[in-house]
């Protein structure tokens, strides 16, 4: 029995935990006695006490050297997100848990602190967060991003924001201070301007409009920002490219970057029952060419090829890319964070 979409959630499936040796599932309604109370999906906060927040990254196409995640999970719940399967290591699922089940780590300030003051620590960017989003919903009540930066202002550490929503006008008063050091930048991720295709599929995120704007004001601001249109999902997002390049540009984006839909783990589960309750006409269409950019495949773990993907389709938008961004921008680029500023001891000096 088809059951009701669920309107403000992008996932519409649980997905089963390859990590769990047992689960409850509903699929064989004989073996139920009586009918399961269907779970609320108002989101939930688990609380967690790391030992610490700052995550060495290994992977050698993602552009970032270290990741500080305050958030595990995420209630944007943009259905294609990489980071869907890291939610399985909590014991959660892919799909529904992903974004209405959160880790929240409320003292990641205190240790980020303590991380800056080892003796050992050599500055070097940290990006907020490369998993899941910063400021997502949350924040908003918990600031726990807004202690992170007082932080990084307090030390005069640089750090990169990437998000896909405009909560960090909140902290602009901070940014500003960062920027003046060349201590900041912000990536704002705009996956297409169709205000229709985003409340479904990444629905709990800022509007395009909205983070065009915000572009307009951090760049008055003087605060460095980027687009990245990410995922380019073929077939559905991918000729919004162009449009989405000029109109940051002519917000005040100083660069754009972009990635390809890769449909990791389960998530290929989630996103292909999505794709089918909402765009049932173009499924096979979106589908296959995913598939052709992935080798066949929805997903490919390969560094270097991952992120863009092979063959015709990828190697149209990848051209699609530099035509765009060369026509819109230029020459213009992101400036470098400087680790020249950084203060070992914070605000406290001898002399």
């Known amino acids: 029995m088809e059951k009701e979409y669920r309107k403000g959630r992008g996932s519409q499936i649980k997905t089963e935990n390859p990590f769990l040796a047992q689960q409850y599932v509903t699929e064989h309604i004989e073996g139920l006695d ?3 109370i269907p779970e609320s999906l108002q989101t939930q906060i688990f609380y967690e006490t790391p030992n610490k927040v700052v995550n060495k990254v290994d992977s050698p196409d993602v552009g970032m050297e270290y990741s500080l995640n305050p958030y595990q999970g995420c209630e944007h719940g943009c259905v294609y997100c990489y980071a869907r399967t890291t939610h399985e290591y909590w014991g959660f699922n892919a799909g529904l848990d992903f974004e209405s089940k959160i880790v929240v780590k409320r003292n990641a300030p205190v240790l980020l602190e303590q991380h800056l003051l080892k003796p050992s620590w050599k500055p070097a960017p940290i990006v907020l967060s490369g998993n899941t989003d910063c400021y997502q919903p949350l924040e908003r009540k918990l600031k726990i991003t807004r202690g992170l930066l007082e932080v990084f202002a307090k030390y005069r550490h640089p750090v990169a924001i990437i998000s896909k929503n405009t909560l960090m006008l909140r902290d602009l008063d901070i940014l500003q201070d960062l920027a003046r050091d060349h201590l900041v930048m912000v990536i704002l991720s705009i996956s297409t301007l169709n205000e229709k295709l985003r ?3 990444e629905p709990r995120t800022a509007s395009a409009i909205k983070k065009l704007k915000a572009i307009e004001k951090m760049s008055a601001a003087g605060i460095p920002v980027m687009v990245m249109n990410a995922p380019v999902i073929p077939g559905l997002t991918h000729h919004e490219m162009p449009e989405v390049i000029k109109r940051a540009a002519e917000h005040g984006a100083l660069s754009a970057g972009y990635t390809m839909v890769r449909l990791n783990g389960l998530i290929a589960r989630v996103f292909e029952d999505w ?10 269409k979106v589908w296959h060419q995913v598939q052709e950019a ?3 495949q929805v997903n490919d773990s390969v ?3 991952r992120m863009r993907g092979e063959g015709s389709i990828a190697e ?3 051209q699609l890319f530099h035509q765009s961004r060369n026509r819109y921008m230029g020459e213009t680029q992101m ?3 400087d680790t020249t500023k950084f203060r070992r001891r914070g605000n406290y000096q001898l002399f």
């Open 199 to 201: 409340s479904v599929m």
């Open 294 to 296: 992935h080798g066949g």
């Open 316 to 318: 149209i938008i990848n």
């Open 335 to 337: 400036p470098p964070l």
């Open 303 to 305: 560094f270097g090829r």
């Open 34 to 36: 009586e009918e399961l």
């Open 275 to 284: 794709l089918k309750k909402n765009f049932p006409d173009r499924f096979n």
